[in-house]
């Protein structure tokens, strides 16, 4: 397993967004619908999105792969949303976001996860930044138990849209990551 730094000219949209079609509803709580999840990934996980989020210069997308094909991926979003829950909850600059990360279920305890979020914290450092913070939904214990143990801590909490749906989760933040050398590019 490896982690890879995505770009429109090296990986394939259309298998990264089969993978999030596939893992994000592993990370939705039992009350989501299936008609919400399914209009989350058609607005935000399609191959189209891919290619805007890879053109985007303050976002990064790493994928873990096995085998030559991807696994699980994370995106990284320099800045701090306008919302004001996250802007409370999120109190150092510059920041980065882990807004998505996810892997597909085959791969759960393999380490993928720990390997993607390891290089998310790597490219941060590089960028700079003085906290990496994610949301994360307050049913999802697992996700919430798998960041603590990465150093992110509850700092607050926001809502979510999921399709017409609205969802509730914690805002957790971890201080400054620490910088390996040759991790990341400016975002």
């Not at 085998?67 to 409370?88: E, S």
């Not at 998310?120 to 999802?140: I, M, R, S, Y």
Request: hydrophobic share 45%; aromatic share 8%.
């Amino acid at each position: 397993m490896y982690v890879d730094r995505a770009t429109a000219d090296t990986v394939d949209v259309d298998e990264l967004a089969l993978v999030a079609a596939q893992a994000f509803p592993l990370a939705c709580p039992p009350s989501a619908t299936p008609e919400n999840i399914t209009a989350f990934v058609r607005t935000n996980l399609s191959a189209a999105r891919f290619v805007e989020y890879l053109t985007d210069p303050q976002r990064a997308i790493l994928t873990a792969n096995h085998n030559g094909r991807i696994v699980g991926y994370v995106m990284l979003i320099f800045g701090v949303a306008d919302d004001p829950d996250i802007q409370r909850a999120v109190p150092l600059r510059p920041a980065a976001e882990v807004s998505k990360i996810y892997v597909l279920s085959d791969f759960h305890g393999t380490g993928a996860a720990t390997a993607l979020i390891d290089a998310a914290l790597d490219v941060t450092a590089a960028w700079g930044v003085e906290c990496v913070w994610l949301g994360v939904n307050q049913e999802n214990v697992r996700a919430q138990r798998f960041y603590a143990k990465n150093g992110f801590k509850v700092a607050g909490t926001r809502t979510f849209q999921l399709g017409s749906g609205v969802e509730n989760d914690y805002v957790m933040v971890r201080d400054r990551p620490q910088s390996e050398p040759g991790a990341g590019t400016s975002p």
